[in-house]
């Protein structure tokens, strides 16, 4: 959430930011104190959110909201003031919260929470009404039509899904004949395979256009290629959204969060095509790198329960990774939970012992050593 914050007071201005920076879900994409600047700087760039002042010389925090609706429609405004006299005008604008100085930090991270629900919302709608269809690798192949309604389209047999995930698996480049025929129909005769081939084919571009998908299967050269148009693949997505070594801001963060939810399970785990196998294990991979960055970026910023929440996620992911494990031991200790983190070393020694005969490695050990004694021994009677 990107908000500019005005006042023309600069100590309330700072108390402000050292609020958002404590609460760490808004970047602050500008301070300003006087109105006309910000106005500008609202102009050309990218908000979701502003904290108004609403006396102010010049224009005041009412006459700087109207200008601002017009400029970003459905901006969302919290007016922080010294006086509640205001209260009725600033709700007639459409504000979201007002906030009395000097601003309490509880009250504050409600508003906060408000503010993301709005705009949780404000995005959910705006998703429902311009939905175009998708294709969808993750855990399970399906396509989701574009009628807004979400429905999930079915296929009329499995080789013609099989064919058709082998053809997005290959979008948008040329995959031999005889790839194909020798692997989906190994076991069949060379006629058999063709026949069963063109019928496949057949149906795939029959439910394409009756789907409107606009995608196409063409042939050429003895080789079949699925043109990818007004059709957004799951992994595409993924990929181009998960595409960074470093987080710079909460709006990089928030890019790779939205490549991360695509994430919805291993790539077409559901259906375990052998050919799949090693991109699966490259998605999974790329998956686990990003979750890292982002719960290292979250601990950086003061997020410790929410990084630490994702990385318990993640272990569902990798529960034998002895990464993920030493990560959210830290994850425990930071914010004082040193029983919870005995819990999950305990947890993770007897899950590698019995799933897969081993023991955690070496600098796992030496971590939970040096945490969990010297916990014994801080305490009284030890």
């Known amino acids: 959430m990107r908000a500019i914050l005005v006042d023309d007071e600069n100590p309330a201005l700072l108390q402000l930011e050292r609020l958002i920076q404590v609460d760490g879900r808004i970047e602050v994409a500008g301070k300003f104190t006087r109105v006309r600047e910000a106005l500008e700087h609202a102009a050309g760039s990218p908000l979701d959110i502003a904290f108004l ?172 290629c699925l043109v990818q148009r007004e059709v957004e693949v799951d992994v595409d997505r993924f990929l181009r959204d998960t595409a960074m070594e470093e987080i710079r801001d909460l709006r990089d963060l928030q890019r790779l969060q939205n490549g991360l939810a695509q994430y919805q399970g291993d790539y077409l785990e559901e259906h375990d095509y052998a050919w799949a196998l090693s991109v699966r294990e490259e998605l999974r991979r790329q998956f686990v790198c990003s979750s890292l960055l982002a719960a290292d970026y979250e601990q950086t910023v003061g997020q410790a329960r929410r990084a630490l929440d994702r990385l318990l996620g993640l272990q569902s992911v990798e529960p034998f990774s002895d990464e993920v494990c030493r990560k959210i031991l830290l994850g425990h200790l930071q914010i004082g939970e040193i029983s919870e983190a005995q819990r999950h070393y305990d947890m993770f020694v007897r899950v590698l012992s019995e799933e897969l005969d081993a023991e955690p490695e070496m600098e796992t050990v030496m971590l939970a050593e040096k945490y969990f004694e010297a916990g014994r021994a801080s305490r009284p009677g030890t």
Not at 78 to 93: H, K, L, P, R, S
């Open 53 to 224: 002042d609403i006396e102010m010389p010049g224009l005041n925090g009412l006459e700087a909201a109207e200008h601002l609706n017009s400029l970003h429609p459905g901006i969302h405004v919290v007016f922080v003031t010294a006086y509640n006299q205001y209260a009725i005008e600033a709700f007639e604008v459409n504000a979201v919260d007002y906030l009395l100085k000097p601003v309490d930090p509880e009250r504050f991270a409600k508003t906060v929470s408000r503010l993301e629900a709005r705009l949780a919302s404000q995005q959910l709608a705006e998703a429902s009404v311009r939905q175009e269809p998708k294709i969808i690798c993750f855990q399970r192949l399906e396509v989701l039509d574009g009628t807004g309604s979400g429905s999930r389209l079915k296929w009329r047999t499995q080789k013609a899904q099989e064919l058709f995930a082998l053809l997005v698996h290959h979008r948008n480049r040329w995959v031999a004949k005889d790839q194909i025929l020798m692997t989906l129909w190994p076991e069949l005769s060379a006629d058999k395979a063709v026949t069963q081939l063109h019928t496949s084919v057949y149906q795939v571009r029959k439910m394409l256009k009756s789907w409107g998908l606009g995608s196409t299967v063409d042939y050429s050269h003895e080789s079949y």
